[in-house]
């Protein structure tokens, strides 16, 4: 082996070395910055806005059930539950759903006495499905009957 041989060895090592030295701190620093806020996926609150934004919009006929105002205090806000649950037929007629106002398709169903229509409500009844399709309570099932009948005389 001559010397210049061996002096290029050396400078090859040299700069392997270098090299290697040089990728280790690239790799720290990249780890350092992706344990930031620029990390996506650890930022809860980005996840979180992630998931809103991608949740499915209408919720009437998922089967998925979401409790609606069971939590909430003080009285059960009848046309809110309405507006959430019970308009998707009863404000369009859907599925022959009697609307909300027309008291042609109502007057027959309120004779039957609020009873039977809180039943009919809570348990089902032909195309009206049990509680709206949804995970309501008797008494919020019970209020939206009571704001729709209320202003379908
Ligand atoms: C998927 C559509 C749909 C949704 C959502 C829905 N309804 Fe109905 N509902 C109907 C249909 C259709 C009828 C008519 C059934 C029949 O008499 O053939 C009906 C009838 C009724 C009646 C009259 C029952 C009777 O005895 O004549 C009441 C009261 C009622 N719904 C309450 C509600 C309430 C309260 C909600 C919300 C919590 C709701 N509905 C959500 C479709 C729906």
């Given at each position: 082996?001559?010397?210049?041989?061996?002096?290029?060895?050396?400078?090859?090592?040299?700069?392997?070395?270098?090299?290697?030295?040089?990728?280790?701190?690239?790799?720290?620093?990249?780890?350092?910055?992706?344990?930031?806020?620029?990390?996506?996926?650890?930022?809860?609150?980005?996840?979180?806005?992630?998931?809103?934004?991608?949740?499915?919009?209408?919720?009437?006929?998922?089967?998925?059930?979401?409790?609606?105002?069971?939590?909430?205090?003080?009285?059960?806000d009848?046309k809110a539950?309405?507006?959430?649950?019970?308009?998707?037929?009863?404000?369009?007629?859907?599925?022959?759903?009697?609307?909300?106002?027309?008291?042609?398709?109502?007057?027959?169903?309120?004779?039957?006495?609020?009873?039977?229509?809180?039943?009919?409500?809570?348990?089902?009844?032909?195309?009206?499905?049990?509680?709206?399709?949804?995970?309501?309570?008797?008494?919020?099932?019970?209020?939206?009957?009571?704001?729709?009948?209320?202003?379908?005389?």
């Amino acid at each position: 082996m001559s010397h210049t041989d061996s002096s290029i060895i050396k400078n090859m090592v040299f700069i392997i070395a270098a090299l290697v030295v040089f990728m280790i701190i690239i790799i720290i620093a990249a780890n350092w910055l992706s344990n930031g806020s620029t990390n996506v996926a650890d930022d809860s609150m980005v996840q979180e806005a992630i998931e809103n934004r991608i949740a499915p919009i209408g919720q009437v006929n998922t089967g998925a059930v979401a409790p609606v105002a069971a939590a909430a205090a003080g009285p059960v806000d009848g046309k809110a539950i309405y507006q959430q649950a019970c308009f998707a037929c009863h404000g369009t007629g859907a599925a022959g759903a009697p609307k909300l106002g027309d008291s042609g398709a109502w007057s027959a169903r309120i004779g039957q006495g609020m009873d039977t229509l809180n039943d009919h409500a809570i348990k089902g009844f032909k195309g009206m499905p049990a509680r709206g399709g949804q995970n309501l309570d008797d008494d919020s099932v019970k209020a939206a009957v009571k704001y729709m009948v209320d202003n379908s005389k």
